[in-house]
């Protein structure tokens, strides 16, 4: 199995969206999987200019000179993409949704239907490939990734693509020097670790791990309270343009 890894993080590997990315990867790559991993805001990329020359007039090829040059390939050569992006506003990060809109050239022109869902089919030759997600969102509730699930569907249903399922991780910051917390947020760790184990072996996460992630690890209340503590004590201290 063939797996590229996109982090839509902006602080990469020292983010809570990586803590749990990097142990689903572990997961994959201690059950064969070969695996690579990019950061997005690490790429350079333009955005799509949706003139659509990459289907009609060089199809599979954008004419945009950028590292989606080397990068799109092994998209194409991957059996699992694995987006990973914490929640800012209800969707993807910038760099990633970017990315994802470049990858328009991997796919025809033509309609056809799948799952009775009308789509674009894959370009002939493209292998079977499956998306998982993973994200984590400083908000409480669950559903603030539910626009961003709808669009990764949406995105299986449009490109043909097989649907892994979601690691998310909401009030995020409980996974990192909260009180309480040191236990659970390590069984979440370990959780997502087996969920690599999963994807490697079925092509999908259980809901059982997908709900070990995602679980509360402490109260809201308790949660809304310390994490407004903490934020009041960062007013003034933090330089404009140092996040």
């Known amino acids: 199995m063939k797996v590229v890894a996109i982090n839509g993080s902006t602080k990469k590997d020292s983010g809570r969206t990586a803590l749990i990315l990097n142990q689903l990867l572990d997961g994959l790559k201690e059950s064969g999987a070969v695996v690579e991993k990019f950061h997005a805001y690490e790429l350079e990329l333009k955005s799509c200019k949706g003139e659509f020359s990459c289907w009609f007039n060089n199809p599979g090829h954008c004419f945009q000179r950028d590292d989606m040059q080397w990068l799109s390939p092994k998209l194409q050569e991957a059996d699992v993409w694995i987006l990973a992006s914490p ?28 799952g009775g869902h009308s789509s674009h ?4 030759g493209s292998i079977e490939r499956t998306i998982a997600l993973v994200s984590s969102c400083g908000l409480w509730e669950m559903d603030n990734f539910n626009a961003l699930l709808a669009q990764v569907r949406l995105m299986c249903l449009g490109m043909g693509f097989n649907y892994a399922g979601a690691l998310l991780r909401p009030h995020s910051e409980t996974m990192r020097a909260f ?9 979440v760790l370990e959780a997502a670790r087996e969920a690599g184990h999963e994807l490697s072996s079925t092509g999908k996460f259980s809901q059982r791990i997908m709900d070990a992630v995602s679980r509360p690890l402490t109260t809201m209340e308790q949660y809304l309270e310390l994490s407004n503590r ?4 960062k007013m003034g201290r933090t330089r404009v343009g140092s996040l």
Not at 179 to 187: I, R
Not at 230 to 233: G, I, K, M, N, W
């Open 87 to 114: 929640v800012h506003t209800w969707g993807f990060s910038g760099a990633l949704q970017m990315l994802l809109e470049r990858t328009v050239s991997g796919i025809e022109p033509f309609f056809s239907v799948n």
């Open 179 to 187: 009180p309480g917390t040191s236990q659970q947020a390590a069984e």
């Open 121 to 124: 089919p894959l370009r002939l």
């Open 230 to 233: 903490f934020l009041q004590s």
